[in-house]
Protein backbone atom coordinates (compact mmCIF):
# COMPACT_ATOMS: atom_id res chain seq x y z
CA UNK A 1 0.00 0.00 0.00
CA UNK A 2 1.26 3.70 -0.60
CA UNK A 3 1.26 6.41 1.61
CA UNK A 4 1.32 9.81 0.95
CA UNK A 5 4.98 10.40 1.56
CA UNK A 6 5.78 7.80 -1.26
CA UNK A 7 3.10 9.47 -3.78
CA UNK A 8 4.85 12.91 -3.03
CA UNK A 9 8.26 11.50 -3.48
CA UNK A 10 7.12 9.65 -6.86
CA UNK A 11 5.54 13.05 -7.89
CA UNK A 12 8.84 14.68 -6.82
CA UNK A 13 10.91 12.86 -8.70
CA UNK A 14 8.39 12.35 -11.71
CA UNK A 15 8.96 16.52 -11.80
CA UNK A 16 11.88 16.60 -11.65
CA UNK A 17 12.30 19.25 -9.04
CA UNK A 18 12.10 19.31 -4.89
CA UNK A 19 9.57 22.99 -4.39
CA UNK A 20 11.20 24.21 -1.04
CA UNK A 21 9.71 26.78 0.68
CA UNK A 22 11.75 29.54 2.73
CA UNK A 23 11.12 32.44 4.03
CA UNK A 24 14.81 34.23 3.58
CA UNK A 25 15.10 36.02 6.35
CA UNK A 26 16.15 33.68 9.13
CA UNK A 27 20.17 33.55 9.43
CA UNK A 28 21.85 31.01 8.89
CA UNK A 29 19.55 28.91 8.22
CA UNK A 30 17.90 30.74 5.31
CA UNK A 31 18.46 34.10 3.92
CA UNK A 32 18.12 35.46 0.64
CA UNK A 33 20.85 37.02 -0.66
CA UNK A 34 19.05 40.03 -3.45
CA UNK A 35 21.98 41.24 -5.07
CA UNK A 36 22.51 37.86 -6.48
CA UNK A 37 18.77 36.71 -6.36
CA UNK A 38 19.17 33.22 -4.89
CA UNK A 39 19.02 31.79 -1.55
CA UNK A 40 21.57 30.72 1.04
CA UNK A 41 21.84 29.24 4.11
CA UNK A 42 22.27 25.72 5.77
CA UNK A 43 18.48 24.84 5.67
CA UNK A 44 18.99 25.40 1.15
CA UNK A 45 22.46 23.48 1.49
CA UNK A 46 20.80 20.52 2.74
CA UNK A 47 17.57 20.96 0.75
CA UNK A 48 20.30 21.36 -2.56
CA UNK A 49 21.83 17.84 -1.11
CA UNK A 50 18.29 16.24 -0.51
CA UNK A 51 17.40 17.25 -4.16
CA UNK A 52 21.01 16.07 -5.67
CA UNK A 53 20.50 12.58 -3.76
CA UNK A 54 16.90 12.14 -5.07
CA UNK A 55 18.38 13.35 -8.68
CA UNK A 56 16.40 16.01 -9.21
CA UNK A 57 16.70 19.76 -8.98
CA UNK A 58 15.83 21.92 -5.73
CA UNK A 59 13.64 24.92 -6.74
CA UNK A 60 12.93 27.56 -3.69
CA UNK A 61 9.65 28.99 -3.48
CA UNK A 62 9.40 32.37 -1.55
CA UNK A 63 6.97 32.53 1.47
CA UNK A 64 6.47 33.90 4.59
CA UNK A 65 6.03 33.09 8.42
CA UNK A 66 2.36 33.96 8.37
CA UNK A 67 1.74 31.76 5.12
CA UNK A 68 4.47 28.92 5.25
CA UNK A 69 1.85 26.29 6.34
CA UNK A 70 -0.68 26.79 3.77
CA UNK A 71 1.68 26.76 1.87
CA UNK A 72 2.88 23.31 2.35
CA UNK A 73 -0.41 21.58 3.32
CA UNK A 74 -1.61 23.23 -0.15
CA UNK A 75 0.75 21.92 -2.44
CA UNK A 76 2.80 25.11 -3.27
CA UNK A 77 5.92 23.77 -2.19
CA UNK A 78 6.77 19.76 -1.44
Known sequence: ENTGAENQLDAIIKNGKLRVC?????????????????????????AKSLASSL????????TTWKKLLADFTTGKCD
Open 22 to 46: TTGDYKPFTFHDKPANNYQGIDIDL
Open 55 to 62: GVEAEFVA
